[in-house]
DNA sequence: CTCAAGTTCAGG
DNA sequence: TCCTGAACT
């Protein structure tokens, strides 16, 4: 009777793969005569040079580190070239840096599950096309070995620096009568050199990977040989890997649990962490950190890659350091105009580019208050629903800054009360937009309407804009004054507006008369000199009490897109205890829900009506009814635009030049527990290793966290 | 259960 | 004396 493989005989082939310098790599590109010099990229030059944020492996040499300032790395090295971030609106603007990620990116999802773990990262699981490679072209039947592939790096194989090293890889490589999971990394190595080598073509950048059986192992081993080399981890040699690490050289030991392993434990490497019971360090540490060290220390995680290619968020700030803090409303007000026209701008190009639309807008700061003692105070994070459109988002981002500094300041205010100046400072400004879904494509969507005769792709933007308007009964286009609002005192008066909103699909002419007007009475223009002569003014001092104009609270907003299926994320699975594993009996991979279509009847899939509207295109939008609840203001929230709620809408994948990956898939409802194991190994392969991911051991809540407990013998590595 | 807000971490 | 984004509580 087969049995599942236990967590410590991983057989995935994952990759991490890290681009060299990439900042600087972008500018040399950009600027191929700055190619094979020591250089670095700076951002704002105004103080020392400026804050070295990317260097080059020259620059390196030259004994520059980064977080160096400009000018301490013209002493270490004079001839070290050094190119400034892009400034736009004031700000340091990275979207050239993000483009270029975007670009590698599409380049290495092309043979498995990729992750974008950061502007310049990723994640790729390997497994499905590494098996494959095995079964059809293994690498002892190849007559030629990539180049590429034989400078890799092969942890635990002796004479790395000897003459023969490409010969010795190309043995191991090659060797036929070895355990398959080595094999299997070969065959990773293989596509990873591959991948790599297009990613050079096709942009001129340089990156590193790490081949392993894990996320954690493949990222620690691509940083070991940098630039332009991959390592390969053998299971063999992860004991050997680990045990005389430092433990702060591990992911998420970097910081203050590394520095509490540490003291606490008085240990300096991973390997020292092995004398301590998985009990023991959930005793201290919390059951699922606790289970998490325990397994890391082992070279054991079952962290899932997720099929993401796109950034769950967009953010974007700026700091105010000492003098430079911001101290009248005028000029926070500048600022957070400045900050969301370039957080607008990317929500456009979001939309556009992968018809996605963003749910919740975030506003962030920090502050000080000089007077007294007790300046430590947070300043709060605020948000509300995000409504589209460059103005609005300013509006609302004012609001919430003005929320917040209420209760910031009014928390002082019982001390301070009366104190003649307020010295407040804002020290940073952030803004920044979340729960970003994918509008759905294809028949029954949205996004039909855009691609209809001649609405061309850029114009998406616009006309979405005019969508949300529309279903906004409250917000014609233009100013108008809205309902004065007030944090502190829910006396507001606000009309109980909620309506029943019918919301009908305009017509393409519409949409496109719609558009115009849009256009015509965005005027960034005027809402700009506006800006700067109130800039100019003399500071508005806040009082906690005074009245401002505030954002149009919207009770009644809702727009509800009658699509029935939530959109089917990849299975989140992992050992890992820090990832969340949410909602995994709702949802399944579609290749699961194709497989148990077939085989149980009695797992039909809910919410069929809605696939039929989607497929009878009709309804395709549909108007949300607004519930009586939330008419009635709530005594907190009630200064803020309130939450419109959105039902989540399933995605299709998109066609085209689009970059969207998420899948759809309807929702599913069974019980993961209900699988019973022996019938795992007679799926297909490729559904067994989707089974085996829900069956990892669930995420617990960490409810006890001090003292042992029975938790211990519920241990996810140990199940029962 | 989901949520908003606070915290931590990583890395160019 | 930077900016961004993910994840966890």
């Not at 790096?153 to 003459?163: A, W």
């Not at 209809?452 to 004054?481: I, R, V, W, Y």
């Not at 995994?584 to 009695?602: A, C, E, V, W």
């Not at 990892?696 to 140990?718: D, E, M, Q």
Request: net charge neutral; aromatic share 6%; hydrophobic share 30%.
């Amino acid at each position: 009777m087969p049995v599942a493989r236990p967590e410590t005989s991983d057989s995935r082939v994952i990759a991490h793969v890290d681009m060299d310098c990439f900042y600087v790599q972008v500018e040399q590109r950009k600027q191929p005569d700055l190619r094979g010099l020591p250089t670095a990229v700076v951002q704002y030059n105004a103080w020392k040079g400026g804050a070295l944020i990317a260097v080059s492996y020259e620059a390196r040499k030259c004994g520059v580190k980064r977080s160096m300032r400009g000018s301490e790395s013209k002493q270490v090295c004079p001839q070290i070239q050094l190119v400034q971030v892009p400034v736009a609106r004031g700000k340091a603007d990275l979207s050239t840096y993000r483009n270029a990620g975007s670009e590698v990116v599409s380049i290495l999802a092309r043979k498995g599950r990729c992750e974008r773990a950061s502007i310049d990262e990723v994640y790729l699981d390997l497994t499905d096309a590494a098996e494959t490679m095995l079964a059809e072209a293994p690498p002892e039947s190849l007559e030629i070995i990539e180049e590429e592939a034989l400078k890799s790096h092969v942890l635990g194989l002796q004479s790395e620096d000897s003459s023969d090293a490409k010969e010795n890889v190309r043995k191991w490589l090659c060797r036929s009568s070895v355990d398959r999971r080595d094999k299997l990394l070969a065959c990773g190595a293989l596509i990873v050199a591959e991948l790599r080598l297009q990613v050079l073509k096709e942009t001129e950048f340089t990156c590193s990977a790490g081949i392993a059986h894990n996320k954690m192992l493949a990222k620690l081993a691509s940083g070991m040989n940098k630039p332009a080399q991959q390592t390969i981890v053998p299971s063999s040699s992860v004991k050997g890997l680990l045990d005389p690490l430092p433990i702060k050289k591990m992911k998420q030991l970097g910081g203050k649990l590394g520095n509490s392993l540490q003291s606490d434990l008085g240990i300096n490497t991973v390997g020292d962490l092995l004398q301590f019971s998985e009990a023991k360090l959930q005793e201290l540490y919390g059951i699922n950190t606790g289970t998490w060290l325990w397994n890391i220390a082992r070279g054991v995680s079952g962290e899932e890659v997720e099929g993401r290619l796109l950034p769950k968020s967009h953010g974007s700030g700026k700091t105010f350091p000492g003098p430079q803090a911001l101290k009248t409303i005028a000029s926070v007000q500048h600022w957070l105009n400045q900050l969301c026209e370039e957080l607008s701008e990317r929500l456009l190009s979001d939309l556009d580019q992968n018809k996605r639309i963003a749910h919740t807008l975030m506003m962030h700061g920090t502050a000080y208050k000089a007077s007294d003692s007790d300046s430590h105070k947070k300043f709060p994070s605020k948000s509300c629903p995000l409504r589209y459109g460059t103005a609005k988002i300013q509006e609302d981002a004012f609001s919430l800054f003005q929320a917040a500094l209420r209760e910031y300041l009014g928390s002082y205010t019982a001390k301070i009360q009366g104190n003649q100046n307020n010295q407040w400072g804002i020290t940073s400004l952030s803004v920044s937009a979340s729960k970003i879904v994918p509008i759905p494509t294809g028949t029954a969507s949205i996004t039909k309407y855009f691609h209809g005769n001649h609405t061309s792709c850029s114009s998406t933007m616009q006309t979405q804009d005019t969508l949300f308007e529309e279903a906004d009964p409250l917000s014609p286009a233009g100013k108008e004054s809205n309902p004065e609002v007030n944090v502190t005192k829910p006396q507001i008066e606000f009309p109980g507006e909620e309506t029943t909103i019918k919301y009908v699909v305009p017509s393409l002419d519409q949409l496109e008369d719609k558009k115009d007007l849009l256009n015509d009475q965005n005027p960034c223009c005027s809402s700009e000199n506006q800006i700067q002569d109130e800039f100019t003014q003399e500071s508005v001092p806040l009082s906690t009490s005074g009245s401002e104009h505030c954002s149009r609270i919207n009770q009644s907003r809702q727009m509800k897109i009658n699509y029935g299926e939530e959109p089917c994320v990849n299975v989140p699975s992992s050992n890992r205890p820090e990832l969340k594993r949410k909602a995994l009996k709702d949802k399944g991979t579609s290749s699961i829900l194709r497989f148990f279509k077939n085989q149980d009847p009695s797992c039909a899939p809910q919410k069929l009506e809605h696939a039929k509207n989607m497929e009878d295109g009709k309804a395709p939008l549909s108007v949300g009814s607004q519930s009586g609840n939330d008419s009635s203001l709530d005594s907190n929230q009630s200064e803020l635009p309130k939450e419109r709620p959105f039902e989540e809408a399933g995605a299709s994948s998109v066609s085209g030049s689009s970059q969207i990956e998420q899948r759809t898939g309807a929702s599913w409802s069974y019980n993961v527990d209900e699988i019973d194991p022996s019938v795992i190994d007679e799926l297909p392969p490729e559904i067994q290793q989707e089974v085996r991911a829900l069956l990892r051991p669930h995420k617990r809540h960490n409810v006890v966290k001090r003292g042992p407990s029975i938790a211990h013998y519920f241990s996810p590595t140990k199940k029962a």
